[in-house]
């Protein structure tokens, strides 16, 4: 059973969703303001966050859970052609589902992000590409020896292009492997964390060695 954290101001559909996704499995801590949110995030498994919340709204309070921790987090948002979007997934997002929500549809994001990180590979070396080590048995980032913090659709993704260095992935390859969405997928979800990602592992994001862009194509690893 997994732990679901919704912060969302409008009773009817914060009653609406909790109920919903209680009968689908999940055990639901319901809360009306990011505040309340921000202290309810022990032992939860995702975070499904309005972005429009009265007081700190849901940016303020995805940057808040990103700089503290990589819980996965699904934004709620009235539209899906604004800059709403692009700045919920630049503030730390993982994903977004658009208003007036379809329960069937957040419960599917739920699940897909919960699988990104998956099961440990058998593969029993570490792989080494310059400064930056990837452990695909550990699920553990390094660079110059020291950990890096990942949430789990950044390590998806960096999963997903490591492991064919130099192959050029499309953003619809990466939205099917990463997002698991290969119908209504936007490709806004794959620049944003690629983004993030360059943020991390990358010592001059303007110019990475890492997660190159291929113009008109896509993104692939490397050449270092």
């Given at each position: 059973?997994?732990?679901?954290?919704?912060?969302?101001?409008?009773?009817?559909?914060?009653?609406?969703?909790?109920?919903?996704l209680?009968?689908?499995?999940?055990?639901?801590?319901?809360?009306?303001?990011?505040?309340?949110?921000?202290?309810?995030?022990?032992?939860?498994?995702?975070?499904?966050?309005d972005?429009?919340?009265?007081?700190?709204?849901?940016?303020?309070?995805?940057?808040?859970?990103?700089?503290?921790?990589?819980?996965?987090?699904?934004?709620?948002t009235?539209?899906?052609?604004?800059?709403?979007?692009?700045?919920?997934?630049?503030?730390?997002?993982?994903?977004?589902?658009?208003?007036?929500?379809?329960?069937?549809?957040?419960?599917?994001?739920?699940?897909?992000?919960?699988?990104?990180?998956?099961?440990?590979?058998?593969?029993?070396?570490?792989?080494?590409?310059?400064?930056?080590?990837?452990?695909?048995?550990?699920?553990?980032?390094?660079?110059?020896?020291?950990?890096?913090?990942?949430?789990?659709?950044?390590?998806?993704?960096?999963?997903?292009?490591?492991?064919?260095?130099?192959?050029?992935?499309?953003?619809?390859?990466?939205?099917?492997?990463?997002?698991?969405?290969?119908?209504?997928?936007?490709?806004?979800?794959?620049?944003?964390?690629?983004?993030?990602?360059?943020?991390?592992?990358?010592?001059?994001?303007?110019?990475?060695?890492?997660?190159?862009?291929?113009?008109?194509?896509?993104?692939?690893?490397?050449?270092?």
């Amino acid at each position: 059973m997994s732990r679901v954290l919704l912060i969302e101001d409008d009773q009817a559909v914060r009653d609406g969703l909790e109920l919903a996704l209680t009968r689908q499995g999940h055990a639901v801590r319901a809360v009306e303001t990011g505040e309340q949110g921000l202290g309810k995030l022990a032992g939860v498994d995702v975070v499904v966050l309005d972005l429009m919340l009265p007081g700190m709204d849901g940016f303020e309070v995805c940057r808040r859970i990103r700089a503290t921790g990589n819980l996965p987090i699904i934004m709620l948002t009235a539209r899906s052609d604004d800059m709403d979007v692009v700045a919920g997934l630049e503030a730390g997002a993982d994903d977004y589902v658009v208003k007036p929500v379809q329960p069937r549809v957040l419960e599917a994001r739920i699940r897909a992000v919960l699988r990104r990180v998956g099961e440990p590979t058998q593969q029993a070396d570490a792989e080494q590409y310059g400064e930056l080590t990837v452990d695909r048995a550990s699920l553990v980032v390094r660079k110059n020896g020291e950990q890096v913090s990942l949430a789990p659709t950044e390590l998806r993704l960096l999963l997903e292009l490591s492991s064919s260095p130099g192959r050029v992935l499309s953003r619809q390859q990466l939205l099917e492997s990463v997002w698991e969405q290969g119908y209504l997928g936007d490709s806004r979800l794959v620049d944003a964390c690629v983004q993030r990602l360059r943020a991390k592992i990358e010592n001059d994001p303007a110019t990475p060695r890492y997660i190159q862009t291929v113009r008109g194509f896509g993104y692939r690893f490397g050449p270092l």
